[in-house]
């Protein structure tokens, strides 16, 4: 629902962008009636966005709304040539607000500035257009020449102004005897997929996904990194585990890039069981999409009696497709009936991917390696979305008639007694919800000691120097300029994101997992929903918390790579950590 009052708001004002500038010429009554029509049906949509969360609503009703609606309600009650110069630029100004959206603490010097604008609009109104046209062009050029000034100030930043630790001191068992011994190899190569079809791509070990990791929980696992002929560099992150933060695998603020010819060693015993998995975080953009990934598994001690398989549902680039690891065509396999079924599910693209289990009812027995308490049947056909980044374990026990999941386009697997059954067609079905799903006891709360707001939006901004209009910021900021959330070890952390984008941002925080509290004001209800990758989708607002119990500088990001690498990146900063790792370019 809040998604599509977003896109309505958003239709609403791009028509007062065409209406402002032929009303401040025409100048007539009708013209300003239609601006006031206008600003009021935008004032009508934020109070509807309000129901949703006050920060899907609260920019809206505080700047771009009275700067429509209060100039259009004077020209209309009282017609003249410089009240319809007004109107038309505060409809142009309100217009631009929604595009280049502001840092909250910016609010009153955006207020002021519009209001001075106006003024002078005011001022000249007799002036033709020339005022109109040179105050409304001031505004967005304040605005971007504020940010730019931001954005470079913020480039080569300290995390923390108290120098006590550093980030390599926080590492893994150094001498400790491994338990799990792993070497990647990343390399240049070619992927075959199950229809023919080759693909450019870049590997560890020789094949994508890469191999599987499995150790139990517990256990001290090495890694080590070697990088072949990838010219970018490569590093390993560990999505989902908690690792100490020298072993998080981030350019730049964790490590350097591992560069041709040389290695790198991870180090870290994984405390949970569950599904995870590893990819790079050097262009992670390009070099994810082209392979550089692969499944962790951490074990209980008693291995899982019954089928198991790891499925990536994952975006191909050139020729372009997308598959169940490199099924992009259907494909069969053999399980025998009455045994015990669990796939683990991984989302390796950047965008969502919904996919079906059709032929038997079947249990989320797991949420992003966090087990789910007391799951419930779902029925045959019901939908999982995945986020990108983001993992669900599915269990059911093999049937005697066939069984299949389907994701995007072509791509699925038929499980069938005998290996020979055809997929089964597609069903609708309802759609998988968290938020109500199982039942369980939340864990003991507490006060909290820090609490932070995120927007996320749509418009013009800088990053690294460039401008341009992306699905990408926080606050009215892109990174580097996006500030830190900063926070002592121990903390209990209550944040709210709200999503007033055009599209989905999964967001996923290193280094830690979070709790969902609630969704757009409807509290969680089922079992205690803990995820470490929530896709915040159009109009959603998720309230969460976390407790800061690893120290370090983690990431903080939308992990839609595009997104990231447009600016949708910040930092969860621990006081009294540094890095002396240095940030050439976004992150991501």
Not at 174 to 203: E, F, I, M, Y
């Amino acid at each position: 629902m809040y998604g599509t009052l977003l896109l309505i708001d958003m239709t609403v004002a791009v028509l007062t962008l065409i209406a402002a500038p032929v009303g401040g010429i025409q100048a007539t009554r009708r013209w300003m009636v239609v601006l006031a029509v206008l600003a009021a049906a935008r004032l009508v949509l934020a109070l509807l966005l309000l129901t949703g969360g006050v920060l899907l609503a609260d920019t809206r009703l505080l700047i771009q709304v009275p700067l429509a609606l209060f100039p259009a309600a004077w020209a209309v009650w009282k017609p003249s040539r410089t009240a319809a110069h007004v109107s038309a630029a505060g409809g142009v100004l309100s217009v631009w607000w929604l595009l280049a959206p502001t840092a909250p603490q910016d609010a009153p010097f955006v207020l002021a500035g519009s209001a001075v604008a106006l003024a002078l609009v005011a001022a000249f109104g007799r002036r033709r257009l020339l005022w109109l046209a040179v105050t409304v062009l001031l505004v967005p050029g304040v605005t971007l020449t504020l940010n730019d000034r931001a954005n470079a100030a913020a480039t080569g930043h300290q995390h923390s102004g108290i120098r006590q630790l550093h980030v390599d001191q926080l590492t893994g068992p150094k001498n400790q005897t491994p338990d799990v011994r792993v070497t990647l190899v990343a390399a240049r190569g070619r992927v075959t997929l199950d229809s023919g079809r080759t693909v450019d791509a870049l590997t560890f070990n020789g094949q994508s996904p890469g191999p599987e990791i499995r150790a139990r929980k517990g256990q001290l696992v090495e890694v080590t990194l070697v990088n072949e002929n990838v010219s970018e560099g490569v590093t390993a992150h560990w999505h989902g585990v908690d690792v100490p933060n020298a072993e998080d695998g981030v350019p730049g603020v964790t490590q350097d890039a591992v560069m041709p010819g040389a290695r790198h060693v991870y180090r870290f015993i994984p405390t949970r069981t569950g599904t995870f998995w590893y990819h790079t975080h050097r262009d992670g953009r390009l070099n994810v999409r082209k392979g550089l990934f692969g499944a962790l598994i951490v074990e209980e001690p008693t291995p899982y009696e019954g089928y198991e398989r790891t499925v990536f549902t994952h975006a191909w680039p050139e020729p372009g497709a997308l598959a169940l690891d490199r099924a992009d065509r259907p494909a069969r396999e053999a399980v025998a009936a009455g045994r015990n079924v669990l796939l683990r599910l991984v989302n390796s693209s950047e965008e969502p991917q919904r996919v079906q289990l059709a032929g038997t009812e079947f249990r989320v027995a797991a949420i992003d390696g966090n087990a789910v308490q007391a799951p419930t049947p779902l029925k045959a056909g019901t939908g999982l979305v995945l986020a990108a980044g983001g993992r669900y374990d599915v269990t059911f026990t093999m049937p005697a008639g066939p069984v299949t999941l389907a994701g995007a386009a072509d791509a699925s697997l038929a499980f069938s007694p005998d290996g020979a059954a055809a997929a089964l067609p597609s069903t609708g079905g309802d759609t998988f919800d968290p938020l109500t799903y199982g039942s369980g006891p939340a864990p003991a709360g507490g006060p909290y000691q820090r609490t932070f707001d995120l927007r996320l939006d749509d418009g013009f901004g800088f990053s690294e120097g460039r401008i341009g209009f992306v699905s990408s910021s926080i606050n009215g900021r892109l990174y580097p300029a996006v500030p830190s959330l900063e926070v002592d070890r121990g903390d209990r952390v209550r944040v709210r994101i709200a999503s007033r984008s055009t599209v989905d941002h999964p967001f996923h925080l290193h280094g830690h997992r979070v709790r969902v509290l609630a969704r757009n004001g409807a509290p969680a209800t089922g079992s205690p929903w803990w995820t470490d990758t929530l896709n915040v989708g159009s109009g959603e607002v998720y309230e969460i918390e976390f407790v800061a119990d690893n120290p370090g500088i983690w990431m903080d990001h939308c992990h839609n790579f595009m997104h990231a690498s447009n600016g949708m990146v910040m930092h969860l900063a621990y006081t009294g950590v540094t890095t002396p790792f240095s940030e050439e370019r976004i992150p991501e």
